[in-house]
């Protein structure tokens, strides 16, 4: 596994995506729905394996993003020696609804 694109991609994604998440609840005029416009950052999980994280007590795991790696190799078929390494970043945002029935958020 590489993990210096992983790491590369997560950090992009922690300094960037709760400003970027903030600007577009505000553009489209949800912001009085109380949206959380924050995600932790789980380099190297996808969101079977963070989502059943059990989180510190006073702290929260969701919503979160899984920035994860699907490698793969290809080569050249007259010389197998040379390989080109791709690496194809996935992520995984995984949020779970809040019930607030005094609200009527999450009622069905």
């Given at each position: 596994m590489i993990y210096t694109p992983i790491e590369l991609t997560a950090a992009d994604l922690a300094a960037n995506f709760?400003?970027?998440?903030?600007?577009?609840?505000?553009?489209?005029?949800?912001?009085?729905?109380?949206?959380?416009?924050?995600?932790?950052?789980?380099?190297?999980?996808?969101?079977?394996?963070?989502?059943?994280?059990?989180?510190?007590?006073?702290?929260?795991?969701?919503?979160?993003?899984?920035v994860y790696a699907v490698p793969t190799a290809t080569t050249q078929a007259k010389n197998q020696g040379l390989r080109d390494a791709t690496i194809r970043i996935a992520f995984d945002y995984f949020a779970r609804r809040v019930r607030d029935p005094a609200a009527g958020i999450g009622v069905d």
């Open positions: 709760n400003a970027d998440l903030a600007a577009i609840i505000a553009a489209k005029g949800l912001g009085g729905l109380g949206l959380v416009t924050t995600a932790t950052i789980y380099p190297r999980m996808d969101a079977d394996i963070f989502a059943g994280i059990t989180p510190e007590p006073g702290s929260t795991n969701l919503p979160g993003i899984g």
